[in-house]
T-cell receptor, first 109, second 115 residues
Framework: KNEVEQSPQNLTAQEGEFITINCSYSVGISALHWLQQHPGGGIVSLFMLSSGKKKHGRLIATINIQEKHSSLHITASHPRDSAVYICAVIFQGAQKLVFGQGTRLTINP | GAGVSQSPSNKVTEKGKDVELRCDPISGHTALYWYRQSLGQGLEFLIYFQGNSAPDKSGLPSDRFSAERTGGSVSTLTIQRTQQEDSAVYLC???FGTGVFYGYTFGSGTRLTVV
């Protein structure tokens, strides 16, 4: 079965802390997406990656294809980073996204 | 427009009524996807369209759900005889293609409440 698992499900941290959210998947993929969803809001695509590492501002996404694992890091976290972060993959041979359950991140001032 | 537009943003309907949800993708995006996020649940795939190819309907939960995409642009998701379990946020996304190099742009979603 093609599955995507995220951890932790919930994460609360203090402003300024370094945040790591993990994503593991069961079989080979073509691409992996990290998405951000604010309360009541739509979804924003943060990264799409198929190998290596990408950085955008305080956000860093890495992927290890051999280990079938990706991480999303947030440096110098801020309360405005509070959101649900969702990992989604496209399994090899498929076209649609399969989503993890999301990680609810709360950054306290 | 600059982004993916969905309408209405909120819809409350009575059980048994039909509803139509609209998605206006980014101009030039050939791929269009519908996803659903039920309360407390993760996102699930419903259907996708790619150009003139037959749509992938494998995620539609029942035959009460249907979708069409006219002229390769605007898409309408129709739910007939709505049930309370249909209550969810329905999200539309579009991209230039379905290859792995194409990112997605999501709409803000339609929150459907069946009472």
């Amino acid at each position: 079965k093609n599955e995507v698992e995220q951890s932790p499900q919930n994460l609360t941290a203090q402003e300024g802390e370094f945040i790591t959210i993990n994503c593991s998947y069961s079989v080979g993929i073509s691409a992996l997406h990290w998405l951000q969803q604010h309360p009541g809001g739509g979804i924003v695509s943060l990264f799409m990656l198929s190998s290596g590492k990408k950085k955008h501002g305080r956000l860093i996404a890495t992927i290890n294809i051999q280990e079938k694992h990706s991480s999303l890091h947030i440096t110098a976290s801020h309360p405005r980073d509070s959101a649900v972060y969702i990992c989604a993959v496209i399994f090899q041979g498929a076209q649609k996204l399969v989503f993890g359950q999301g990680t609810r991140l709360t950054i306290n001032p | 427009g600059a982004g993916v537009s969905q309408s209405p943003s909120n819809k409350v309907t009575e059980k048994g009524k039909d509803v139509e949800l609209r998605c206006d993708p980014i101009s030039g995006h050939t791929a269009l996807y519908w996803y659903r996020q039920s309360l407390g649940q993760g996102l699930e795939f419903l259907i996708y369209f790619q150009g003139n190819s037959a749509p992938d309907k494998s995620g539609l939960p029942s035959d009460r759900f249907s979708a069409e995409r006219t002229g390769g642009s605007v898409s309408t998701l129709t739910i007939q005889r709505t049930q309370q379990e249909d209550s969810a946020v329905y999200l539309c996304a579009s991209s230039f293609g379905t290859g792995v190099f194409y990112g997605y742009t999501f709409g803000s979603g339609t929150r459907l409440t069946v009472v």
